[in-house]
């Protein structure tokens, strides 16, 4: 379960009485009701309730899967090394996907965060609604690493992003999608999801074009239900993304808001 804000305005408004016999002591009795709530209660308080998550990622094949009855005809979009200045396309692939009215996971790197101009993007989609995800530090083969190593990226990364938009990510994704059980471990221990992909194909020889990667990000045969879809920021990525989420509409798939996804909570 995940915590959302809501906020609540306090009003009180004093019921009509009908009979004469009754007006004053219904008033004292409103009055004192109305003095004892605005005490407890301003205008701009805020209560939190709670909303179930609608999907999980599946830790084997790291498919979408719904938790009870919530679509199954979904795919994830997630774009990783984002952003990476000074010709990053990041903005641009944020723009058009909520402009299409979808959404995403951008996976950043903690190395391509040093830059104010870096920060500002990633503060920028994420004040658009996006969700931000870790993909280490420096994007070494964290199964290649010691335990102590692979902790210092994953939360030398979180760190700085939660330095620049007040949340710890909650999707890690390793590079190359290598990892062992440490990783697991100091994911766990981070609160967060482990996340790989199911096909991507913008760094494919073939598919670096505007045209052939929106064709094979439609039809490929490891399109299904749950489909998690791994692309990058790249230009060729910015360019047929609006291609690639009407096409995958046309399939008769819907992508999925991260933000409805389980991951372990933070106390």
Not at 79 to 85: L, S
């Amino acid at each position: 379960m995940k915590k959302m804000m809501i906020a609540v305005a306090a009003s009180i408004f004093l019921a009509a009485c009908q009979s004469n016999e009754v007006v004053e002591v219904e008033a004292v009795e409103s009055q004192a009701s109305e003095s004892s709530f605005s005490e407890t209660i301003d205008e701009n308080d805020e209560i939190s309730i709670e909303v179930p998550y609608e999907y999980k990622i599946n830790p084997v094949i790291f498919t979408v899967e719904p938790i009870s009855d919530a679509d199954t005809e979904v795919v994830l979009l997630t774009f990783d090394d984002a952003p990476q200045p000074p010709d990053s396309k990041t903005l641009d692939i944020a723009h058009t996907v909520r402009d299409k009215g979808a959404n995403a996971i951008f996976f950043v790197m903690g190395q391509f965060l040093e830059s104010e101009e870096a920060k500002d993007i990633v503060k920028e989609i994420h004040e658009m609604g996006f969700e931000i995800g870790n993909h280490s530090y420096s994007h070494p083969d964290m199964s290649s690493l010691s335990y102590d190593d692979q902790f210092e990226e994953i939360q030398a990364t979180n760190d700085i992003v939660e330095e620049i938009t007040g949340e710890r990510p909650r999707f890690f994704r390793a590079p190359y999608g290598a990892y062992n059980s440490d990783t697991e471990d100091i994911a766990d221990s981070e609160n967060m999801t482990l996340m790989n992909w199911t096909y991507g194909y913008d760094w494919v020889d073939g598919y670096m074009d505007e045209s052939s990667l929106a064709d094979i990000m439609v039809h490929a045969p490891e399109l299904g239900s749950g489909g998690n879809l791994l692309m990058h920021d790249r230009p060729w990525t910015s360019a047929a993304i609006g291609d690639i989420i009407d096409g995958l509409r046309a399939q008769g798939y819907e992508m999925v808001d991260p933000k409805l996804i389980e991951s372990p909570e933070e106390e």
